[in-house]
């Protein structure tokens, strides 16, 4: 259950330092749209941002995840110009009231991870397309030299939800992880992340299948980032809703840390980071 500790042990680098995983961290979510599925972090203006940054990091989350595009199923689409545009307006502040922190950019769009590491720093980039919507991601993530975060999905935020089907699913994301890691890779990107993408083009039935077995993506020796805080596969199993999810993303933060996740990725960063310490707090007993 506890996975193979060799295989936990991930250092990557992170403007200019290095970030070791085999303690795993908390990204906390900053979502700066209007439309996110879950309104407890939407946060639209700077006096909004900046409350949602200082909940973060006083929790003791070590990343904040910057989103200026909602990837909820059905979400409207956003146009690049208007991506930067939120995005800049919140790191024009957040880079003065905290010039240390570490900001993970959510994009599958080039453009914006262009501007916003060449422009504010940002420590990496987070592609829920997996480098599908955008064929020059993985160049430029190549050419910043930023950790990137690798998600499995299947078509897009507008579409992934409508009928998701595989014939294998654990073997179609082995085999798409194992292509587009060597595609990396090939190009010099030192530091991929993995995100099996829990709600990115999946069933209820496929979450849980990917959850049971997670520890399969232990076979590419790289750092695991779990993200499903609040999302439908805790709702519609409990019959409820974003709002009344927290304890079920306690316990699925709690199973993905029990195999193998270095990074989980949440709204909630209080019990996030209780759950890191009581799971590594067993690790040491095991």
Known sequence: MFGDSEHNTHIIRVNGKLMDLSVPRVMGILNITPDSFYEGCRSVDTDSIVRRADTILSEGAELIDLGAYSSR????????????????????????????????????????????????????????????????MFETVAKLQVPYILTHIQGTPQSMQKAPTYENLRREVLIDFSKKVKQLRDLKVNDIILDPGFGFGKTLEHNYELMAHLDDLQ???????????????????????????????????????????????????????????????LRKNF
């Open 73 to 136: 199923p059905g979400a409207d689409d956003v146009s690049e110009e208007e991506e930067i545009l939120r995005l800049r307006t919140a790191l024009d502040v957040l880079k003065i009231r905290y010039p240390s922190a570490l900001f993970s950019i959510d994009t599958f769009r080039s453009k914006v991870a262009e501007v916003c590491v060449k422009e504010y720093q940002a420590a990496m980039i987070n592609d829920i397309s997996g480098g599908e919507m955008d064929s020059r």
């Open 219 to 281: 076979m590419f020796n790289l750092p695991l980032l779990v993200g499903v805080s609040r999302k439908s596969m805790i709702y519609k199993l409990l019959g409820t809703d974003p709002q009344g999810s927290m304890n079920g993303t306690t316990v699925l933060n709690t199973v993905s840390l029990l195999k193998g996740a270095n990074i989980i990725r949440v709204h909630d960063v209080r019990e996030a980071v209780e759950a890191v310490r009581i799971v590594s707090a």
